[in-house]
């Protein structure tokens, strides 16, 4: 039984990975004890993915978190990727979603759990169940997500639901897998292939969670159980919300986003 909450942990013990950055610091500490409180697997390591940041570090010392320099997960900065338009700008939004994807080289259990650093739990979560992962989806998505999917892959997503949903347990090893065959495909990096691939016209060019998901769903959709995400967005803040609000919304929802984070996915500066 969890210490913390008194709800059943069984499974695989998961690591966790959360990007973020300065701004999240508002809502990172709830999403810190929304896992701890609310994943019913044992949780050996919680990886914070950030900007070399004194505040960020003091904040993974205080929690028991893993403080990892984003400048050290891939060959590249935030500052090499070019994903702007004279009206937006996705350069670090497209970052954060390739340092998820080299998630398999932080963690160390075979199974991850990556959520934003905006998203928060309010209610218990499973993300093994039977030998099978289970996807939390919605029920729309971005074409362009598919477009670039085939062109990666070659083959069309099978796309069941939309897996864009905040939040997604990824197995090493197929993470791995992924990413070789995208490599053997394109006769590059992983990630290379990818920044090649998107529509840079186009400002939703590509999504880890959607890509991962849909490759894992296609080599066989019986090794995974569909969920709804029952998620709900809103503009007030962690910290403005009460118990009763919170009460009353986790009998409908199973998390909240918060969505505030403009680092990742600024305007371009006119």
Not at 216 to 238: C, E, F, G, M, W
Request: some cysteine; aromatic content about 12%.
């Amino acid at each position: 039984m969890s210490a913390i909450t008194g709800l059943t942990t069984s499974g695989p013990a998961i690591d966790v990975l959360i990007p973020a950055i300065e701004k999240d610091l508002a809502t990172l500490p709830y999403v810190i004890d929304s896992l701890r409180r609310y994943v019913r697997h044992p949780i050996s390591h919680i990886y914070i993915v950030s900007p070399n940041s004194s505040r960020i570090r003091n904040l993974c010392a205080r929690k028991g978190c893993i403080f990892v320099n984003e400048t050290t997960v891939l060959p590249f900065t935030k500052k090499d990727i070019h994903y702007s338009s004279s009206r937006w700008n996705r350069s670090g939004w497209l970052y954060q979603q390739l340092l998820k994807m080299n998630g398999d080289q932080i963690c160390r259990e075979n199974f991850f759990l990556v959520i934003d650093a905006d998203t928060v739990l309010i209610g218990p979560h499973r993300f093994r169940s039977g030998g099978k992962s289970i996807f939390y989806c919605r029920s729309w998505s971005q074409p362009e997500y598919f477009r670039t999917y085939r062109k990666l892959l070659g083959v069309a997503a099978p796309s069941p639901k939309s897996f864009v949903t905040h939040y997604m347990l990824f197995e090493r090893a197929k993470l791995a897998g992924l990413k070789r065959k995208i490599e053997a495909r394109h006769g590059v990096s992983w990630h290379a292939a990818i920044l090649r691939s998107i529509d840079r016209k186009k400002q939703f060019g590509f999504s880890e969670f959607e890509t991962y998901a849909n490759y894992v769903y296609s080599r066989d959709s019986t090794s995974v159980l569909l969920k709804k995400a029952n998620n709900k967005s809103l503009s007030t803040s962690a910290a403005a919300l009460g118990t009763a609000r919170l009460q009353k919304l986790a009998r409908t929802y199973r998390s909240l986003s918060f969505h505030h984070r403009k680092g990742y996915s600024i305007p371009a500066k006119r």
